[in-house]
């Protein structure tokens, strides 16, 4: 038995360390690859000369020397990879909306090089053994090149784990062609080819005569074993990364982030601005371009808002279902620090949703897993200038502590108001804070320049001294207004509309339901009083009164089929005028015809837009109110699919 489980053993062993050696490498400062890459080609070159020396020998030690030159051989071919040496034509992410034969072709066009490197690599191996009896070297390296093959393509066509840690910042760009989804059809494919292959290895291994085949054999074997656990860690709900965490400290960032958090309440415009910020910052030269992620926070228990800021050259992390005030206060401490673990970000969005504590959340940035590694800390707060004075009038305490700890604020939906009410806006939240800076925007848009101060806003102790004298908080009042293109295909809702009669109900949207009424209501949860804003901290028993104060509760219901575009309307139509109970804010995507729209209703005005969808978008909505009327929502929402149906 030991003749099979000390080469099972060595197999094992010898992959996985020399995996995590690997990834290590590939996580050390970047002046350190041209010597990784100096060792790796030596290896390989000396790999290629044992196995000509070892290719005549039938010995059990002959057969653990092939091994292991096959899988050093391979190393190469990883290292020249992911170091960036040998890649492929394409550095760039996948265009938006770039589908089918062409994503494919720009996904093989991003290894090409890599590709062929491997084909000539497998061409030496093969000829310098050619005709010889141990063929273990050969062997190894076409088995490591079929598991890279299959699990690459899995990648490709989705899977549930895309272990997206591993990739280097500079390989970035693969991640525009890895797909997330739960299986794929070539998956099973996989798995039954390797079972096939490794059943007959350790069949053969079984009925082997010789130490040299039974050693030779099962380090096939193992290693097609390795193929099939490596595709099931691929779609199962197992860590196997932590396999490689000691690989994984040298990829730990040396360098600390800024955080900026985008708030306002529900529907001022917060995701509509962070796609302009996200543009923004992706918009200078790639030398220059920040490493940013992106933490999105809704209220319900499904989230909108990550679908609409993926494909911006940003890592998306969503939170969804709260309000980063009670209980994922946690979850969001938790997040930030494998966020900064595993993305070594140079910047973190943060998208509260609309009804979150702000200051619980300042709170979780200085606690200390967190804050040594942020740099800078700013808030940008969204005002929706045509409902703040009537949002204002019913959550005073909300609004002033939105006001009292932001370092910029937006009053936008500027088109949406005459000049004297804008003013009136204005100058309510300069009283409010007489330090802050507030410009004025429609659909969020800013220019780049005012940011060149307000990130460097509320400076961290721990910052440079030169830093923080170079960029001092912006105190002084300007007030200024920047003229944005309306977002596309922009269909302003006509008079409210009756709801469709509730219909036949064929594909009913799944409710679930997030409630935050408890028996709080009485605890006025400001944090900021007219003195000044309390220290985070002291609030932490009382963060959910906050939600119980503001009262909303949500519901979410998925759309099955394709939406009639004007029974959608009228649905948006009659919400908004308020049949469906007190709706603050109503978010979807919806399939119409052949393409995808997004809709809203925010400050009592729904509207629709065409969204570009990706191919795995789930349609969906969500809604977020008082006194909500759950099952006329579930009935409107599935009449306006089913209508189409009828049809
Ligand atoms: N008229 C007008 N509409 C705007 C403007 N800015 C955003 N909107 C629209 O307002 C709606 C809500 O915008 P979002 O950016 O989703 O608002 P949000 O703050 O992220 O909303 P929540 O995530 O629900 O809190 C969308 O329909 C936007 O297109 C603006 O300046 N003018």
């Given at each position: ?8 053993l ?6 996985w360390?020399?995996t995590?050696?690997i990834i ?5 400062p ?12 030596t ?8 196995l ?17 030159f ?10 020249s ?9 394409r550095t760039?992410?996948c ?14 066009q991003?290894s ?9 690599s ?5 000829v ?12 190894t390296?076409m088995?490591?090149?079929?598991m ?9 066509l989705?899977?549930r ?6 990739l ?12 997330r ?8 494919f ?17 009925r ?26 691929l ?5 196997a990364?932590?396999?490689?965490n000691?690989?994984l ?36 030269p ?9 933490l ?13 800021l993926r ?6 992390v969503?939170?969804p ?10 979850d ?15 910047r ?7 009804v979150?504590d702000?200051?619980?959340?300042i ?7 967190i804050?040594?590694?942020k740099?800078s800390?700013?808030v ?5 200038a045509?409902?703040?004075?009537g ?15 932001a370092?910029?604020?937006i009053v ?21 804070n ?17 940011f060149?101060?307000?990130?460097k ?8 001294d030169d ?34 009669a509730?219909?036949?109900?064929n594909?009913a ?12 209501a ?5 944090a ?5 804003c309390?220290?985070?901290d002291?609030h ?21 089929n394709?939406?009639?575009a ?27 015809g052949r393409?995808w ?12 837009g ?10 969906r909505?969500?809604a ?6 759950e099952a006329g ?11 189409l149906?009828?049809?």
């Amino acid at each position: 038995m030991s003749n099979y489980i000390i080469p099972g053993l060595f197999a094992l062993f010898i992959w996985w360390f020399s995996t995590g050696a690997i990834i290590f490498l590939d996580g050390l400062p970047r002046p350190t690859f041209k010597w990784s890459m100096l060792g790796a080609t030596t290896v390989f070159a000396i790999c290629v000369i044992g196995l000509v020396k070892v290719s005549g020998e039938q010995t059990v030690a002959a057969a653990y020397w092939a091994f292991g030159f096959g899988l050093f051989a391979w190393g190469w071919q990883e290292i020249s990879f992911y170091m960036g040496f040998v890649t492929g034509p394409r550095t760039a992410s996948c265009p938006e909306n770039c589908k089918g034969w062409k994503h494919f072709g720009h996904a093989i066009q991003t290894s090409l090089w890599h590709e062929l490197a491997i084909i000539g690599s497998a061409v030496i191996i093969v000829v310098a053994t050619w005709g010889q009896p141990n063929q273990i070297g050969v062997w190894t390296f076409m088995v490591l090149w079929w598991m890279h093959q299959s699990a690459k393509l899995n990648v490709f066509l989705g899977v549930r784990n895309l272990n997206e840690e591993f990739l280097p910042e500079h390989l970035n760009f693969l991640k525009s062609f890895l797909k997330r989804k739960p299986m794929n059809l070539l998956f099973p494919f996989s798995i039954t080819i390797s079972t096939v292959i490794g059943t007959i290895m350790f069949e053969h291994a079984g009925r082997a005569t010789t130490g040299f085949a039974r050693a030779g054999d099962t380090f096939i074997g193992v290693m097609m074993a390795l193929a099939i656990l490596e595709h099931w860690f691929l779609v199962l709900p197992l860590p196997a990364a932590k396999l490689w965490n000691w690989g994984l400290k040298s990829h730990k960032p040396a360098r600390a982030f800024d955080v900026e958090i985008v708030a306002g309440f529900l529907g001022a415009g917060k995701t509509t601005f962070m796609r302009r910020r996200l543009d923004m910052l992706g918009n200078v030269p790639v030398e220059t371009r920040e490493k940013t992620v992106v933490l999105v926070n809704d209220f319900s228990t499904v989230g909108i808002d990550g679908s609409l800021l993926r494909g911006q050259g940003a890592d998306v992390v969503e939170l969804p279902n709260g309000c980063i005030c009670c209980t994922l206060k946690n979850d969001l401490a938790s997040q930030l620090e494998e966020v900064v673990g595993k993305f070594a970000p140079d910047r973190v969005l943060i998208e509260p949703s609309g009804v979150a504590d702000l200051a619980s959340l300042i709170g979780v940035l200085e606690r200390p897993a967190i804050a040594p590694f942020k740099r800078s800390l700013s808030v940008i707060t969204m005002i929706d200038a045509s409902a703040f004075l009537g949002d204002f009038a019913e959550m005073q305490g909300h609004f002033t502590a939105q006001a009292k700890l932001a370092s910029l604020l937006i009053v936008n939906k500027t088109d949406l108001v005459s000049a004297a009410e804008r003013d009136l806006v204005e100058e309510t939240l300069q009283r409010l804070n007489p330090d802050v800076r507030i410009i004025t925007a429609r659909y969020g848009s800013v220019p780049a320049e005012v940011f060149a101060a307000t990130t460097k806003a509320r400076k961290d102790p721990t910052a440079a001294d030169d830093e923080r004298a170079a960029t001092p908080t912006p105190t002084v009042r300007h007030v200024q207004e920047y003229e944005a293109k309306p977002a596309p295909v922009l269909t302003p809702s006509p008079a409210a509309a009756p709801t469709p009669a509730p219909q036949q109900v064929n594909h009913a949207p799944q409710a679930h339901n997030h409630d935050h009424a408890h028996d709080h209501a009485a605890h006025d949860h400001a944090a900021c009083t007219d003195t000044g804003c309390d220290h985070p901290d002291h609030h932490h028993d009382h963060d959910h009164a906050h939600q119980d104060a503001l009262g909303f509760s949500s519901w979410a219901g998925t759309l099955d089929n394709i939406c009639d575009a004007d029974a959608l309307r009228h649905v948006l139509d009659a919400a908004a005028a308020g049949n469906f109970g007190s709706i603050a804010r109503l978010k979807g995507l919806a399939r119409i015809g052949r393409g995808w729209v997004q809709f809203d209703i925010a400050g009592h005005r729904a509207s629709m837009g065409a969204f570009a969808a990706p191919a795995d978008e789930e349609p969906r909505v969500i809604a977020i109110g008082r006194n909500l009327d759950e099952a006329g929502l579930a009935a409107a929402f599935a009449g306006c699919s089913m209508r189409l149906a009828a049809e």
